[in-house]
């Protein structure tokens, strides 16, 4: 009660005022942005992935899910060369980033580094596997 | 009275618990069902099958280095192998070799003309008791149990070189550099690697894998016979079993598997 009323009488006006300030500085950053949020990238699928209409997985489980499924992929092609991946309505894959998944998402521009820069992860896939395996032939 | 009501809390209780469990039990059986459960990873059709993969080089139809010519340009090709500038740092998965370093525990102080003369293809043994695997830190060289192919997992190799110290064979290259520029043709089907990992033959498991023989067996003109070393029919055992050969630095118990009719 003592601390109260020393509040109420002497410093009310100082408190209130940097409450004020404080709370103006620390939402600065969120009023000021409102209403302008990065857009999401928009991707574009070639005519041959459009054609096929589903990928390996799901899109959404593709979304979400597709690092780990080349990492299952890559582990097992190279440690139990099992090369292919049966989806769960039957068709069949050979599990192959360069040879399939690139086949179809041939655009690595539009397709693979849209998201990854918007996520602004850099996967250092392209490093060794090189895009794009039939644009040049 | 009492023992009514009793009854009542007991079974809204156990009523509750139902309720509560359900969503509980649903997200299971839908986790389950997304997962890997469904999913078969297998091999393909056409894939070869061995217990242990093994090479037999006939050196007696070798006679001059453009016999080996084809064969170490159809791998390297293949397989995005850069040709680099300075012999340092030289990448090669299969490449030429007098007699003298290919056999150094083999030499008589006098040779037939043969072997003083001929090239000797060699590469990576692809050893029973592989010393580099031993060596590897991070398990990204591997003796693969199914088929005994010594391979590399390049996305774990930490260019530590603890492989090529242990490999006798110096079958092992370091990318001291990023190889891409020095590559003539790539070939888009097969990955390049990057700077700071090494890299050796892998006995073209990635061919092997869709009924393929290596490439260098294919163009080498009968010089190389590929096949299953523990398949007493396979063609690798009747010329094993028809000639006398020998192997790169026996005495050192790697037992390569890579045989030599000399």
Redesign the interface.
């Known amino acids: 009660m003592n601390d109260k009323k020393i509040f109420l009488i002497k410093d009310k006006k100082y408190i209130i005022a940097g409450l004020v300030v404080f709370i103006a500085l620390f939402t600065f950053p969120f009023w000021y942005n409102s209403g302008k949020a990065a857009p999401g990238p928009e991707i574009k699928l070639t005519e041959k992935a459009k054609a096929a209409k589903e990928c390996v997985m799901p899109t959404a489980?593709m979304r979400a899910e597709h690092m780990q499924l080349l990492d299952?992929w890559?582990h097992?092609?190279?440690?139990?060369?099992?090369?292919?991946?049966?989806?769960?309505s039957g068709k069949a894959f050979?599990?192959s980033l360069?040879?399939t998944c690139l086949d179809c998402h041939s655009n690595k521009a539009d397709f693979c580094d849209k998201c990854h820069d918007y996520a602004s992860v850099r996967p250092?896939c392209f490093?060794?596997?090189?895009d794009?395996?039939?644009e040049?032939? | 009275m009492e023992s009514s009501r009793r009854r009542f809390l007991t079974m809204t209780g156990v009523a509750v618990l139902g309720i509560g469990a359900k969503p509980v039990l649903d997200v299971l059986a839908a986790g389950q069902a997304e997962g890997a459960g469904s999913v078969e990873l297998k091999k393909g059709d056409g894939a070869l099958k061995a217990k242990q993969w093994a090479m037999v080089v006939d050196t007696r139809k070798i006679n001059k280095a453009s016999d080996l010519e084809p064969m170490i340009s159809a791998c390297h090709k293949i397989h995005n192998v850069p040709k680099m500038e300075t012999k340092n740092h030289e990448i090669k998965w299969i490449w030429e070799e007098e007699y003298h370093y290919a056999f150094p525990t083999e030499i008589n102080k006098f040779l037939s003309e043969h072997a003083e003369h001929v090239p000797f293809p060699v590469l990576c043994n692809h050893c029973e008791n592989p010393p580099c695997v031993r060596a590897c830190p991070t398990k990204a060289t591997f003796k693969r149990e199914l088929d005994g192919i010594v391979m590399m997992d390049f996305h774990r190799c930490i260019g530590c070189r603890f492989c090529m110290a242990a490999c006798p064979y110096g079958a092992r290259s370091f990318n001291f550099r990023d190889p891409r520029p020095f590559i003539k043709e790539t070939n888009k089907e097969y990955p390049t690697r990057m700077k700071g990992v090494v890299e050796k033959c892998n006995y073209c498991a990635e061919r092997i894998a869709i009924g393929k023989m290596p490439a260098c067996v294919e163009v080498s003109n009968g010089i190389l016979t590929f096949g299953d070393l523990y398949d007493p029919q396979s063609a690798v055992r009747a010329l094993l079993k028809s000639n006398f050969t020998i192997r790169r630095k026996q005495s050192l118990g790697t037992e390569p598997t890579v045989y030599y009719i000399v």
Not at chain 1, 76 to 88: F, I, L, Q
Request: glycine share 0%; hydrophobic share 25%.
């Open positions: 489980y299952i890559r097992s092609v190279v440690r139990n060369s099992d090369n292919t991946y049966v989806n769960p050979t599990m360069s040879n250092y490093d060794c596997h090189i794009n395996p039939k040049i032939k």
